[in-house]
């Protein structure tokens, strides 16, 4: 089983950038796909974006699209998700998942992902 651990969540104020880390131990998360995903207070969980396992193609929601990026280091078993220009509206807990399947697609269901990490609060002040 992989479990997930992410770190580098914060308080940050409008238009600054921030940096996710999702580090995977156990078994290897570097054969899947990898999925972000956030929820604010009172908000169903809402996908943020999936990257594929070799991390050459990605897919993101359109409220993030062309402010987050997703990499990932297969030496570190490490993904990460790289938010600029933050929003008040990105206010929410990031959580990174494993999708269920080791195959090259992206996925953006909640469904679709099996392990899921406990999740880092951003918090983004105007």
């Known amino acids: 089983q992989v479990q997930l651990v992410e770190s580098g969540g914060g308080l940050v104020q409008a238009g600054d950038f921030l940096r996710l880390s999702c580090t995977g131990s156990g078994r290897t998360l570097n054969v899947f796909s990898m999925g972000w995903f956030r929820q604010a207070p009172g908000q169903e969980r809402e996908f943020v974006g999936c990257v594929n396992w070799n991390g050459a193609s990605a897919l993101y929601a359109d409220s993030v699209k062309g402010r987050f990026t997703i990499s990932r280091d297969h030496s570190k078993e490490t993904v990460y998700l790289h938010m600029h220009s933050l929003k008040p509206d990105d206010t929410a807990v990031y959580y990174c998942?494993?999708?269920?399947?080791?195959?090259?697609?992206?996925?953006?269901?909640?469904?679709?992902?099996?392990?899921w990490g406990q999740g880092t609060q951003v918090t983004v002040s105007s």
């Open positions: 998942a494993k999708s269920r399947l080791n195959d090259d697609n992206l996925y953006r269901a909640i469904g679709d992902f099996d392990t």
